[in-house]
C-alpha cells in the first residue's frame, strides 16, 4: 500500500509512500484458500447438479428453494459479521500492529484472509462505500508504525486515510503529536487497485510542502464494507481501516 510516512523532528518527512508501499511486487493473496473455496464451490455444484437431474421437485418445493438461498444469504451475512468481531478482537491489544509479534502477525493475516473471501464488493473503486475518512486499526508497516524509535517520537495520536473515489483524491492525516497531512491523485489501475501519486505535504497541518514526485505506489482494496476496510500494499502490508466519517470530503 503505498503509505504515507510521517516523520518526527528533526527529518519532518521520511518517505512519504509508506502508507501505501512502492515497490513492483505483486501484494499478498491469500490463494490457497481462493482456490479451495473454488475447488469446494465445483463440488457443490456437481452435487446439486446430479440431485436436480434425478428429481422433479413439486410446485411447494420453488418457495423451499427461495427459503434455501435465503437462509443461505443470512448464514454468508453472519460468517462476515464473525470475522468482523474476530479480526477487531485480535487486533485490540496490538496498539496499531506496533506490539504484535510474529505469531500475532500470522494470526491476523489468517483472519484477514478469511473476510477477504467473503468480499461482496467486487469493484471497490466503483463503490460509494469507500468514500469518506478511515482510522488506521492496523498495519504491519513499520515505517508508519516506527518501533524502531523511542514511543514518544512515533504518531502516538490516530491516523486516518481518507478516500474520494469520485475525485479519485485521497488523503494522509496524521494527530498527535505531529499532524502532519498528505494529499494524492488516484489512478486507477483496475477495479481493486489504484497508483497513488501525492502532490502536497503539510508540516504540523499548517506549513505545505509541494511533492516533488517521489511519493508514489499502489493499493488494492480487497475487502470493503459500510464498517470496514481491508487494503493491501506492494509490500506485503496489510492495512486494516474502520470507517469515522462516510460524509468526509478531501480536499481538491
Known sequence: MATLRFLSPPTLLHNPTDFYSATVSSPKRCLSLSSNNRNRDVRLRSRSNSVNQNLDLPKSG?????????????????EIER???????????LDR?????PEDQQRVDKIACKLEATNKVKEPLNS???????????????SILQTERPKFLRPNGKIFQAINADTLRAQNMETWPFFNQATANLVPL?????????????IAAVIPIKSRGSGRGQIEITFLD??????????GNLFILR??????????
Not at 470475522?83 to 491489544?93: G, N, R, S, V, W
Not at 500492529?97 to 509479534?101: F, H, K, Q
Not at 483496475?190 to 503539510?202: M, S
Open 83 to 93: 470475522l468482523k468481531q474476530e479480526l477487531l478482537e485480535a487486533i485490540a491489544p
Open 226 to 235: 459500510e464498517e470496514l476496510r481491508i487494503t493491501r500494499g506492494n509490500q
Open 97 to 101: 500492529g506496533a506490539a504484535a509479534t
Open 62 to 78: 420453488q418457495w423451499r428453494t427461495g427459503v434455501s438461498f435465503f437462509s443461505s444469504f443470512l448464514v454468508k451475512s453472519t
Open 128 to 142: 460509494n462505500l469507500l468514500n469518506g475518512k478511515w482510522e488506521l486499526l492496523y498495519t504491519t508497516s513499520k
Open 190 to 202: 483496475n477495479a481493486r487497485r489504484v497508483a497513488v501519486k501525492f502532490d502536497t505535504f503539510k
Open 243 to 252: 470507517m469515522v466519517d462516510p460524509l468526509y470530503r478531501v480536499p481538491p
